[in-house]
């Protein structure tokens, strides 16, 4: 995996032979997998469709000290208004002095389009660099200049010699992919190629004292860098980082509100540990090929039997399974003893779940292990990562291989479709889509939030309060499906939601 002296990465629908378009139980997908051939599918009509930009936007409008220049028309990351306040919030929750978001637009218009945009793109950079003095300046290249052929690469490398700041290129353009997940590979890939490693390839050697070197290794044997999505909240992240302490590791948290010079030193770990295979495998696996650096990509931990794995193979590693099985035991007590009352209330209640792969089959297992029963999940796409995680759910919870399963980033009128069919107590999504299961007087629980606790312990308990706390009283949904109606044709309802997904070998 020698990508990054590329100056872009490949695509996801090329580097895992991701798939976007798919329907039916979770043992089919799970067989046809297997089988090589879930690529090959496609819509002979699609409604909707996510922007690679825009979940890049999701990690680097979280970076410290940093400007981010999104070099496009002026609509491009126009979402960045609405991220502004919680960007800033949650970065002066690590570090009190943060500066919050911080970007620039170039602006393309009509007359670049003709005689291109470096010249404004220049004009930005120096400009984020004499204003803002800032660490990093991050450049999106979005569609408009990836298709007028703008040399954003050629041009960040003459003026990396005039500003102080370190220029990252992250190439998102939205229209090279359907994978919209792509983009973590995007912003990985300007990462490595700009921030890691900086001080190990250009510093000259250094005479250190041999006691002092020895103190630096012990502490590199001992160190973990746990990488973090945005979604996750300050407390989720605190509380992991208080179960790995507990075996004595050191922790760095990495990417999503770190400082970019905490990148030029990453290297320098034990291991990396994945939050979400999604998120995280294109980073893990360069930093095993190029620093040696081995990871542990599994799951994310999000319910108990995962919060479990997840913690057990941190510790298999160091050696130290004995001293994690007496935590476990000891916190999963504890945490079955709190929700006695809330499993009490939740035994026999149906859900659909709906959102990125690896969250709704580990959140599928937390609800099961409330007494929920799961009637269908809907993920934005799906690869290996989450094949291999279906496969353990569908072992421990044999009654999940019978449920529908669908893939395909938006495609409300799918789930409309669906959600109609199964009538589900409760619709678990990702932010953004669940105002579609409201108005079909579908009580909604966020599939997760900065706001709140999801993972480790903690989150099994939080969100066991939170989703009683919801079903106790579901008026909103009931109320508003009295006034609204969704803009689909009673007859959609009664037809196959899967209608317009195929496998087209030709491809």
């Known amino acids: 995996m020698d990508y990054i002296k590329e100056k872009t990465p490949p ?3 090329e580097r895992l032979g991701a798939c976007m378009a798919f329907g039916g139980s979770c043992c089919d997908i799970s067989n046809q997998s297997k089988k090589g051939c879930l690529f090959n599918n496609n819509r002979t009509f699609s409604q909707s469709q996510g922007c690679q930009l825009t979940l890049s936007l999701a990690i680097l409008n979280t970076i410290r000290d940093s400007v981010i220049i999104v070099h496009s028309p002026i609509g491009c990351g126009a979402n960045l208004v609405a991220q502004a306040g919680v960007s800033k919030g949650y970065q002066k929750l690590r570090d009190p ?3 919050g978001l911080r970007w620039i637009n170039t602006n393309l218009d009509e007359v670049d389009v003709i005689n291109g945009g470096e010249e404004k793109l220049r004009s930005a950079i120096l400009y984020a660099d004499r204003e803002y003095r800032p660490s990093a300046i991050i450049v999106m290249n979005s569609c408009v200049p990836a298709l007028i052929g703008d040399d954003i690469d050629t041009l960040i490398e003459e003026l990396q010699q005039q500003v102080a700041a370190r220029i990252v290129p992250v190439h998102c353009e939205g229209f090279k992919t359907r994978i919209q997940a792509t983009a973590y590979d ?28 020895l103190k630096k290794r012990y502490r590199i044997s001992r160190t973990v860098n746990v990488l973090n999505v945005s979604s996750m909240s ?6 992991l980082v208080k179960l790995l302490q507990s075996l004595d590791l050191n922790v760095r948290i990495l990417p999503c509100y770190a400082h970019p010079d905490d990148f030029e030193d990453s290297f320098e770990a034990a291991l990396n540990v994945s939050i979400c295979a999604t998120h995280d495998d294109y980073f893990v696996e360069h930093m095993k090929s190029k620093y040696g650096v081995p990871f542990i990509l599994r799951t994310i931990p999000i319910g108990i039997a995962n919060t479990n794995k997840w913690l057990l193979d941190i510790a298999r590693f160091f050696g130290m399974e004995e001293q994690a099985q007496k ?13 006695a009352p809330y499993r009490q209330f939740l035994q026999g209640k149906t859900a659909f779940l709906g959102g990125g792969e690896i969250r709704i089959i580990t959140t599928a297992e937390l609800l099961h292990s ?20 279906l ?3 569908m072992a421990e919870i044999p009654e999940s291989e019978k449920a529908i399963i669908n893939i395909g980033t938006g495609q409300p009128f799918e789930q409309a479709n669906l959600l109609s069919r199964y009538k589900p107590d409760v619709f678990v999504g990702h932010p953004g889509g669940n105002g579609w299961a409201n108005k079909q007087g579908i009580p909604v629980f966020p599939l997760f939030g900065q706001a709140y606790d999801y993972m480790g312990y903690v989150g099994v308990y939080e969100v ?28 959609w309802y009664a037809e196959d939601p899967f209608a317009y997904i195929k496998q087209d070998l030709a491809l």
């Open 234 to 239: 300050r407390s989720d992240e605190q509380g």
């Open 11 to 13: 695509i996801r629908e």
């Open 327 to 339: 935590l476990i035991d000891s916190e999963v007590r504890e945490l079955n003893q709190a929700l």
């Open 391 to 393: 496969e353990e759910l």
């Open 97 to 99: 002095n943060a500066f």
């Open 464 to 491: 066991a309060r939170r989703l009683t706390r919801t079903l106790k009283n579901t008026s909103y949904s009931q109320n508003l499906v009295k006034h609204v109606r969704l803009p689909y044709r009673q007859d």
């Open 370 to 389: 409330l007494g929920m029963e799961v009637l269908g999940l809907r993920g934005f796409h799906f690869d290996r990562y989450g094949e291999g995680l």
């Open 186 to 213: 995007a912003v990985y890939h300007g990462i490595l190629r700009t921030l890691v490693g900086i001080e190990e390839e250009e510093a000259d050697p250094v005479i250190i004292d041999e006691l002092e070197e």
